[in-house]
């Protein structure tokens, strides 16, 4: 699809879907990741790139925007919208940014730390869907409108079911660390009787968006899945896709 820009250069932009492993999207995607990887950069930088990767991974869409000069602002304007529609990622070939305009990371190590917030929340139970819903809608009243309720082994209708299913694939990774490991072993035991999960997109406010996901693992006993971490209901990170983990974090306690 081409699209013309006023008086300035037109735009191209292609489509293309993410099929199975080993096709030119899975291959561009590695590329990407394999670029940003290869250059030096700090601690900190380093866990945002791995957030950012993550994030890549889970990717199932890519549209590829060309110009025949440098984008100018309208044609910025256009691709920053699309990537807002799709809560994407814009890649320049230096930089990453999210789809507000933050910068994720750029081939120096610099980053925005309030860049890429979570784009949805995923809340995981052992209790039976019913017996959930009830007792969230009895605690949180209007507000848990807004959940997507799911059983725990088909999440197919969630708009991010992708990212949620890698997410949950990690409880088989094996993390070098032994703090991460042992926490990771007590979140395979917990995955082990879930049933339910609740989710929700992300709006405007995360920490807004963070306090609600909160509210609903705690009314239902639950933990809270955003593809990159998984928190405990007070908040503290029982551990991320980086090996960090808290702890003073603890699995709630509840029967089967």
Same mark, same amino acid.
């Given at each position: 699809?081409? %699209?013309?820009?006023?008086?300035?250069? #037109?735009?191209?932009?292609?489509?293309?879907?993410?099929?199975?492993?080993?096709?030119?999207? #899975?291959?561009?995607?590695?590329?990407?990741?394999?670029?940003?990887?290869?250059?030096?950069?700090?601690?900190?930088?380093?866990?945002?790139?791995? &957030?950012?990767?993550?994030?890549?991974?889970?990717?199932?869409?890519?549209?590829?925007?060309?110009?025949?000069?440098?984008?100018?602002?309208?044609?910025?304007?256009? %691709?920053?919208?699309?990537? +807002?529609?799709?809560?994407?990622?814009?890649?320049?070939? !230096?930089?990453?940014?999210?789809?507000?305009?933050?910068?994720?990371?750029?081939?120096?190590?610099?980053?925005?730390?309030?860049?890429?917030?979570?784009?949805?929340?995923? %809340?995981?139970?052992?209790?039976?869907?019913?017996?959930?819903?009830?007792?969230?809608?009895?605690?949180?009243?209007?507000?848990?409108? &807004?959940?997507?309720?799911?059983?725990?082994?088909?999440? #197919?209708?969630?708009?991010?079911?992708?990212?949620?299913?890698? @997410?949950?694939?990690?409880?088989?990774?094996?993390?070098?660390?032994?703090?991460?490991?042992?926490?990771?072993?007590?979140?395979?035991?917990?995955?082990?009787?879930?049933?339910?999960?609740?989710?929700? +997109?992300?709006?405007?406010?995360?920490?807004?968006?963070?306090?609600?996901?909160?509210?609903?693992?705690?009314?239902? @006993?639950?933990?809270?899945?955003?593809?990159?971490?998984?928190?405990?209901?007070?908040? !503290?990170?029982?551990?991320?896709?980086?090996? @960090?983990?808290?702890?003073?974090?603890?699995?709630?306690?509840?029967?089967?």
């Amino acid at each position: 699809m081409t %699209v013309s820009l006023g008086s300035g250069p #037109s735009l191209t932009m292609t489509v293309t879907q993410r099929k199975r492993a080993g096709d030119p999207v #899975s291959t561009t995607l590695l590329g990407a990741c394999a670029f940003f990887r290869a250059k030096r950069m700090g601690d900190a930088a380093k866990l945002m790139r791995e &957030r950012a990767c993550a994030r890549i991974f889970d990717t199932h869409l890519l549209i590829g925007c060309l110009s025949e000069s440098a984008l100018g602002a309208e044609a910025e304007a256009l %691709v920053g919208g699309v990537a +807002e529609h799709f809560r994407g990622m814009v890649y320049s070939g !230096h930089a990453l940014r999210d789809w507000a305009g933050r910068l994720i990371i750029d081939v120096r190590g610099t980053f925005d730390e309030g860049a890429l917030p979570p784009a949805y929340f995923c %809340v995981a139970t052992r209790l039976p869907l019913a017996k959930a819903r009830q007792q969230v809608k009895e605690e949180l009243g209007a507000r848990a409108e &807004r959940l997507r309720w799911y059983a725990a082994d088909d999440v #197919s209708g969630f708009p991010f079911s992708t990212s949620v299913e890698k @997410q949950v694939g990690y409880l088989e990774a094996k993390p070098r660390n032994a703090k991460a490991a042992q926490r990771l072993e007590q979140l395979h035991q917990f995955w082990s009787g879930v049933r339910t999960l609740a989710a929700f +997109e992300t709006e405007e406010d995360p920490r807004r968006d963070l306090s609600e996901a909160l509210g609903v693992s705690s009314a239902c @006993q639950g933990i809270v899945m955003d593809g990159w971490s998984f928190l405990a209901p007070d908040g !503290h990170l029982l551990l991320d896709r980086g090996e @960090q983990l808290s702890s003073d974090a603890s699995l709630p306690a509840v029967a089967g």
